[in-house]
């Protein structure tokens, strides 16, 4: 996917607030072109993580029953305001993506 | 003639149970508005009129939270990313759209539609923008396309936002368009015989096929909205949609009729803040 | 790009690091140890995606919050949020019931983050949205039901 992702990365307390907009079209592969009637092959994020100055956070496996462009919120306790976040995703066709941020 | 209309509008009004102290012959588009207001705010004591811009969202809390979740950070930003693209742009000859439009087209959508006097009718912001393509050298953009219309006015109407609702209907043939558009706003249609006044007005606040039905005031300063979070669609569209929906043929998006439409229809929301690119479910 | 390197040679190759790494275009997807769990997710009801992840018999617990809304408003993007306060939570696990799938997603938590995960999901139907919370050895789960209509007048 060409759109970069967007990160918003705070601190609320002691805690990092980081909320993520993935860019992808999350399709289950049932659906069916209107226009051709063919079904749009599946294209989904299988592989989601995030890492805080280079400390891993997260690490999700998601399917394609999370929605188009994907949202994900999580809160990490102990990080810092300027501690950078790094999150990254592939999917089931092997593209990847990667973006940082760092915790305002 | 104008008399006849007049009448049978007050009396379509007043079968609104709107009361027709204030309406007059000679009622301005304001006491119309206030009007409005006070027959929703009677019937609603407990809505804000401030929340009316959340349409239905104003009358359902579990809607509204859905609404704000969504908002925090709304998955269709690359769309208006792209509108901010092609806003920033320069047209073939070197121009920019913000050469075209007062204040460089920041805080200037409240004002639409306005009554052109030299060219005698309402135009609206897709119509000075495509006065601003042709007369740089280029197409004119198709009023219901998503990819060209859609996306460049979701980036700027965005330019515009926090801006108070500020349709001016002044002169007597602005008037006879804003008259026009109410017309058609109070007139049965369709094989369903619906006037947008029985949902909008009658039935506002209450379900419709398991829909709330959204208030006349607060209507249209939030747009375009983005239906699943992703489907742009426009306000003329959405009149073409509610006009099948009661089984009526619309009127084409832009023309004189959507317009005036929309004249009147955006001056009942004077003086609220104007918002653009909202989640819609 | 360096730090992450020396991270990823300097650390245990837990999964994490190995996926970051992945994920980072320094390990061919080939060689990830963590492969995508297609099982679970492609499993067709809700027992055969909990086997999938490895898990029987989670407990009910009222320690498990699951923000979603009573209905929703579009069945494409209902915003779901899972928290937990049972101590040693490593992951949340969400699934939709009676989607044709019902395992939307596992969030593995490491490193200090919260017991908490908010995402947006698709709902084919009516349903109970599960969260299974991993913590200490032991599954806990909780679950609230969505409802979904097809509304009738979105022009």
Known sequence: MAEPMRIRATMAGDVADVKVLMNHPMETGTRKDAKTGQLVPAHFIQEVTATINGKAVLNAEIGPAVSKNPYLGFKVKGAKAGDKVVVSWMDNQGEKNSAEATIG | MKQKIIMKLLTGMAGLG???????????????????????????????????????????????????????????????????????TPFKNGKTYASCLPSGGKMIAGNYPMFDEVKGKVVTLHDVINDCRVANGEEAYKHTDAKTMGQLTAYMRSLSDGMLMNIKVEGPKATAAYEEGKKLFFTRKGQLNFACSTCHVQNAGTRLRSELISPAVGHAGHWPVFRGGDNLVMLQQRYEGCFKSVRAVPAPAGSATMNNLEYFHSALSNGMPMKANVFRK | MNALRRNVLKSAAGASAVAVAVAAGLLKPTQAMAAWNKSAFEAKNVGDALKGIGVTSPAD????????????????????????????????????????????????????????????????QTSLIRAVVNAGGKTYTSAKEVKVTIGGCGG
Do not use: C
Request: glycine residues 8%; hydrophobic residues 40%.
């Open chain 2, 18 to 88: 709107i009361a027709l102290g204030a309406v007059s012959a000679h009622a301005s588009p304001e006491s119309d508005r206030q009007e409005m207001i006070k027959y929703y705010t009677s019937k609603y004591p407990n809505v804000k009129i401030e929340d009316y811009v959340f349409g239905a969202l104003a009358f359902d809390a579990d809607s509204k939270s859905q609404y704000d979740a969504i908002m925090e950070f709304p998955p269709f930003d690359s769309q208006v990313e792209a509108g901010r693209k092609m806003w920033e």
């Open chain 3, 61 to 124: 617990s009222k320690d498990i919050t699951i923000k979603a809304p009573d209905i929703a408003e579009n069945g494409a993007v209902v915003p779901v949020e899972v928290a937990t306060s049972i101590a040693g939570t490593t992951s949340i696990a969400i699934l939709a019931e009676k989607n044709a799938s019902p395992l939307v997603g596992t969030f593995g938590l490491t490193g200090g983050t919260e017991a908490f995960i908010s995402t947006r999901i698709k709902m084919g």
